[in-house]
């Protein structure tokens, strides 16, 4: 599984700690890629923005599954679950993690980085991300009740895909400088390129970096 981390803007200065964090938490033969916000980035990007990419990645094939947050971590679960392709949970206890990753098996994890993130904080950050990788996703929970919480899951996924656009909709409604904005952030572009497997949407992306 190839495992994102991408946070807002505003706690931009939680990123490695966010980033080492997950590496301890994943599986040996997971891969972790980090896209930052960096601490030395300039650029602004609002929680939205952060979930447009989030999105792009996940539907590109780029990567599996995304670690994400904002201050409350709230901003940056409703704007995906707004997105094409994003089921995401907002995870603040380690029981909400495992509850999700076991029940849910969405494939976005949102944290509050701000809120709530005081003395000793990052314990229960690492106990939060241990859990959300704790065994196989969407498995079920608990054991005498699995096969009808794998179910619902998968009419929630499915229902999640019923109920929004495609991106090939969704960028003729966007301000043009917000896509353009998102298309210009190389770590993420270059990435969708180079491990992408959706090679329909990959060639839908290339043709507006072309364009713009």
Known sequence: MRVAVIQGTTR????SLLFESVKKAVQSSDEV??????????EQYSYVE???MISLLI?????????TGCSSGQGMMLACNSLPGLLCGYIET??????????????????PLGLN???QGELNLQYTLDKLFDGEFGMGYPENEAERKRLEASALKDLNQLTKRSWEELVEQLPT????????RKIVMNAIITNGTNEEFIRFLKAKIGKK
């Open 177 to 184: 400088d917000t896509f353009t904005k998102l298309l210009q």
């Open 12 to 15: 931009r200065n939680m990123n």
């Open 59 to 67: 539907e590109s094939g780029a990567v599996d599954f995304v670690v």
């Open 33 to 42: 890629l980090n896209f930052g916000i960096f601490e030395e980035e300039n």
């Open 117 to 119: 993130f005081g003395w």
């Open 94 to 111: 380690p029981q909400d993690a495992f509850l999700f990753g076991q029940i849910n098996g969405g494939n976005v994890a949102s944290l």
């Open 50 to 52: 952060i979930a447009m």
